[in-house]
C-alpha cells in the first residue's frame, strides 16, 4: 500500500514538473522555476509518514515539497501563473509557495534562509506541547551558510522537534561539491558533531528512505531532538528552467549517466514489482488531475492592482 503511495506522489512531482516544462516557452509562467525530476523519492518517501498538523519549510526548489506535504495542485500551479487563486495569492511565484492549510509554512529564494524558520516552528511547536514536527528541507549549497549552522547549534541545544532533509544532489548551480568543501567532508558527519544525528541515504531508493524516515520521524516525536536526514540525489534538469543543461559540460558524462540509470520512480517500480497497468492507472488519473490543474490556473484572474499591498507582512 505504502508502496503506491510513494509511487504516486513521485510520479505526481514528476509529471507536473514535466507538463511546466513543456509549457514553459508559452510565457504564461513569469517566474523561473527550478525543477525537482530526479529527485522525487526523498519528499514522496518523507510524506508517508507526516501528518497534517507537521509543519515544513523550503527552498527555492519547492515544488515537490510542496506537493508531498500534502499542498493543492490547482492552487500551486496558479502561483506559477502569477493568479489571485495561487496559494500565495499569485504574489509569490515558483520559488514562495505557502500554505497554511497543508502546514507548507513558506519556501524561499534566499538560499539557507528558511532553515532558522523552520527551527522557530520547531521551538512554536514545543512551546505548544504538540506531537507535530517541524520538517526543514534544504540542498548541500545551504550548507555553506552560517545561518544553517547557527539553526543547528540552537535546535540542538533546546532538543526541538526538528527534521533537517538535506537534497544533496552534489552542486550549488553549476559548482559541484567538491570544488567547494573539503574533501571527505560529510554533512551527516559534521551535524552529528553538532549534536544534531545525521543519517546518510540513498536518496533515490523511496522504500529504503521510507523505512528510515519512518525511524527518524517517530524518534523525533518521542522526543529523540533534532535529526538531520542527507539524501543523496540528481536533478536531471538545469540548475534554474525548464530545459537539459549538459551540453555546459560542468557535471561529467559518466556521473550524469550513473544517476539517469538510477531513476527513482523506475528503480521503485522494479524493486516493488509493482503491477504495470495499476501503475498506468496512477498515471491516468495524476495527468487528469493535471490538465484540470492548469485549466484552473489559465482561466483565473490576475490579483487586482487594490490587492498590491494586502497580505505583505501576513496572511
Ligand atoms: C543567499 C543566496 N546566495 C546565492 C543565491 C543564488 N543561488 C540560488 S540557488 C543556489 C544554489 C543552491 O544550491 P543547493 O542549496 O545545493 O540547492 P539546489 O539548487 O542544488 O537544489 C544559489 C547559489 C541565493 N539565491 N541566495
Ligand atoms: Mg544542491
Known sequence: MKEFQILEIMLKIRLVEEEISKRYHQQRMRCPTHLSIGQEAVPAALSVNLLQTDLAVSTHRSHAHYLAKGGNLSKMIAEIYG???????????????????????????????????????????????????????????????????????????????????????????????????????????????????????????????????????????????????????????????????????????????YWLNNDPIEKHIKEQELSLDKVRSVKTRIEIEIKDAFEFAEKSPFPPISDTYLGEYSQ
Do not use: W
Not at 561539491?177 to 553538532?194: E, F, H, N, Y
Open 83 to 257: 493568479k489571485s487563486t495561487g496559494c500565495s495569492r499569485g504574489k509569490g511565484g515558483s520559488m514562495h509557495l505557502v500554505d497554511l492549510d497543508a502546514g507548507f509554512m513558506g519556501s524561499s529564494a534566499i538560499v539557507g534562509n528558511s532553515i532558522p524558520i523552520g527551527v522557530g516552528l520547531g521551538m512554536s511547536l514545543r512551546l505548544d506541547k504538540s506531537d507535530a514536527i517541524s520538517i526543514v528541507f534544504f540542498g548541500d549549497g545551504a550548507t555553506e551558510q552560517g545561518v544553517y549552522y547557527e539553526a543547528l547549534n540552537f535546535a540542538a541545544l533546546k532538543k526541538l522537534p526538528v527534521l533537517f532533509v538535506c537534497e544533496n544532489n552534489s552542486y550549488s548551480v553549476y559548482t559541484s561539491k567538491k570544488d567547494r568543501q573539503p574533501a571527505g567532508r560529510s554533512i551527516a558527519t559534521v551535524s552529528t558533531a553538532m549534536g544534531v544525528i545525521g543519517t546518510e541515504l540513498d536518496g533515490n531508493a523511496a522504500s529504503v528512505m521510507e523505512s528510515e524516515f519512518a525511524r527518524v520521524v517517530s524518534e523525533i516525536r518521542a522526543g529523540s531532538g533534532p535529526q538531520l536526514v542527507e539524501c543523496f540525489t540528481y536533478r536531471t534538469r538545469e540548475h534554474c528552467g525548464p530545459n537539459f543543461d549538459d551540453n555546459l559540460n560542468y557535471r561529467p558524462e559518466a556521473e550524469v549517466n
